[in-house]
């Protein structure tokens, strides 16, 4: 608690010394003119395009030029990184600016691999914008070339990058007898590294008070290592069982940043067990305590060389990564009575994977952020998995191969399908064969006048034959029907068709920008011995709003109606729900630690 409340005290009297400094720059009526226009005036916005390119296609005409020097340029807040010359400082910008110390330009030069000396490759420098872009703490990058007039041979790289305002607070209330809130700061002192505390207060906790401090800090000493510290009272962070937890979790990963990246791996260490902080009688609390310990290691096979000295030849962006991957998890008490669970079963798994991959990127907007810039991924991976199970007692050999597809159309339609497969042989047996396939699809972007528009759609089916001792196929996921919370909803074949509607408006306010949503889902679950046909069939449909400011930290807020025509247990047919930073976005890597063909 001491380093928790040293920490909460550094943010606060930095937030209270930039004060004083803003107090003697602006005036009160300078303050309410930038207020009123932000919250009440919808202008037309200086920039506001619509873009749909590839990543590498700005760099082309440079490549195999020598880098000469590297600049980093930071951007105030106010100034676009697709257009410099047009800067929107007002009051609330230039408290923004004072508010925080923003990311140090020596630690955005940790972020780049593009060196100088090194010839242009268009592929590596669109890979480095991507990559600070992806930071939590930025907002938009761009990467410029600039020739130089007395060398055909050489140019300049201006790196050109837009901090978000990295300080943030979240809040939830049950009623009113559950109140909890999170304090954060995503670029601590500008050098790469998050704080996070958070407070709970619920008057049927014993005690009422839980907290959970987070330390994280990314890329140290440019290693492109990431380091996360956390402790918890209040089952945050890794928790695999269904009581509230207290945990200490260590976690160092180097992920494959780019694909130009040669090693990749991570360490994962945890250790939790269940407190009965809710007072439960003792025949309805599980009382456990595990630790998880999980390792891994890749290799990179096919990066070309980016030295002058062997000349430049044009990168194919074809990849072959190898890794290996040792997770246990290992219960030192499992709860009573000792039913077998999946979840409460010591874990041994050694998975090996050889993977395939090419990978390229457009560049575009209005997908899932209200129009920063977003990075779409066009390629493949192929898996090829293999390695050595043990659940309980139970030793089995698995075998596994996963393959992705992201496609493009000339009409800026967006593709994407998956079909991962999976078996474990025991006593000349295959047991719990899974399947999955997953087809999504997204519009290009309708603009009107008054609105932008995308239409998304998505079809799975999940399968698991001769089912043994997997975890059975659940509901609450992305392939199933998000936030129909229960887990008595299990079945061993899922099926799931839906579409979704989404309009980007320019209404704006406090300079959060709306946009609204339509869905409707629908997913067939049969249990074992049943065909999936005559299965449960369960549906979703509904609406709402999304709220995002760009300029900061906090992620998606949503507003969702629901009505689920068909429910059990505590869940209600309609359900109205306000949820904070939530996170749209595809995921920062597509090469990952060795695991299972995907399932659930």
Same mark, same amino acid.
């Given at each position: 608690?001491?380093?928790?409340? =040293? ?10 010394? !930039? ?23 919808? +202008? ?18 440079? !490549? ?24 929107? $400082? ?7 600016? /004072?508010? %925080? ?55 300049? *790289?201006?790196? $050109? ?11 939830? !209330? ?27 207060? @619920? ?56 694909? &130009? ?39 990179? *096979? ?21 890794? *290996? ?50 990075? *779409?991924?066009?390629? =493949? ?10 659940? @309980? ?7 596994? #191969? ?10 800026? /339609? ?15 047996? #295959? %047991? ?10 997204? &519009? ?10 995308? %239409?998304?759609? @998505? ?17 609450? /996921? ?13 079945? $061993? ?32 679950? !049969? ?52 949820? +904070? /930073? ?12 060795? #695991? ?5």
């Amino acid at each position: 608690m001491r380093y928790s409340i =040293f920490f909460v005290s550094l943010l606060f009297l930095q937030c209270l010394r !930039a004060q004083d400094t803003i107090r003697q720059k602006h005036t009160v009526k300078e303050l309410a003119k930038d207020v009123y226009r932000s919250v009440l005036v919808t +202008g037309k916005k200086i920039i506001d395009s619509v873009f749909f390119q590839k990543s590498e296609k700005a760099f082309q005409p440079y !490549a195999g030029k020598v880098i000469r020097r590297i600049i980093v340029r930071k951007l105030a807040f106010g100034e676009n990184v697709q257009d410099t010359s047009q800067p929107i $400082i007002g009051a609330l910008s230039r408290i923004a600016n /004072n508010l %925080q110390t923003g990311t140090r330009p020596s630690i955005i030069k940790q972020f780049l691999f593009v060196k100088e000396g090194e010839l242009i490759d268009p592929y590596r420098l669109a890979d480095n914008e991507r990559l600070l872009r992806n930071l939590d703490f930025i907002k938009d990058s761009r990467i410029r070339v600039r020739p130089l007039a007395n060398s055909i041979d050489s140019v300049d *790289i201006y790196v $050109i990058v837009r901090d978000v305002f990295s300080f943030g607070t979240k809040g939830d !209330a049950s009623g009113i007898n559950a109140l909890s809130g999170t304090l954060y700061d995503a670029n601590f002192l500008g050098r790469a590294q998050r704080v996070e505390f958070s407070l709970l207060l @619920d008057k049927h906790r014993h005690p009422k008070f839980g907290s959970d401090i987070l330390y994280r800090k990314y890329n140290i000493w440019g290693s492109f290592i990431n380091v996360d510290l956390s402790y918890t009272t209040i089952n945050k962070g890794i928790s695999l069982g269904n009581e509230n937890e207290t945990s200490v979790f260590f976690k160092m990963e180097r992920p494959l940043y780019t694909p &130009s990246a040669r090693f990749a791996g991570g360490v994962n260490l945890s250790w939790n067990r269940s407190v009965n902080r809710y007072r439960k009688t003792d025949s309805l609390f599980l009382d456990y305590q595990y630790s998880l310990q999980d390792y891994w290691v890749g290799y990179n *096979i096919g990066t070309p060389s980016v030295k002058p000295s062997r000349g430049y030849r044009e990168d194919n962006r074809r990849r072959r990564f190898v890794a *290996i991957r040792y997770y246990e998890q290992f219960f030192l008490r499992k709860p009573h009575p000792p039913e077998y669970n999946y979840l409460y079963t010591d874990k041994r798994f050694v998975i090996g994977e050889l993977n395939w991959y090419k990978l390229d990127f457009y560049k575009t907007n209005y997908i899932y952020g209200f129009g920063i810039t977003e990075d *779409i991924p066009i390629g =493949f991976t192929r898996k090829i998995i293999a390695g050595y199970s043990k659940i @309980d007692s139970l030793r089995r050999l698995y075998i596994g #191969w996963q393959y992705d597809h992201w496609l493009v159309d000339n009409k800026e /339609n967006f593709f994407n399908y998956t079909l991962a497969l999976g078996t474990n042989y025991y006593k000349k047996t #295959w %047991q719990d064969n899974s399947l999955l396939f997953n087809f999504s699809w997204f &519009s290009h972007l309708f603009a009107f006048k008054k609105f932008r528009f995308r %239409q998304y759609a @998505d079809v799975s089916y999940a399968g698991i034959g001769n089912y043994r001792v997997y975890d059975l196929l659940h509901i609450n /996921n992305e392939f199933g029907l998000l936030r129909f919370n229960t887990d008595s909803v299990t079945g $061993i074949q899922r099926f799931t068709v839906g579409m979704e509607s989404d309009f980007f408006t320019r209404w704006r306010i406090f300079g959060f920008k709306i946009g609204l949503f339509s869905f409707g889902k629908v997913t067939l679950l !049969a249990g074992q011995h049943t065909g999936l046909l005559v299965g449960d069939l369960y549906s979703a449909a509904g609406g709402g709003f999304r709220m995002r400011n760009e300029n900061l930290i906090f992620g998606t807020i949503e507003g969702r109606f629901t009505w689920f025509p068909r429910t059990i247990e505590n869940i209600n047919n309609i359900t109205l729900r306000i949820s +904070g /930073n939530i996170r749209f976005k595809f995921p920062d890597s597509f090469v990952k630690a060795p #695991w299972f063909a995907l399932l659930k």
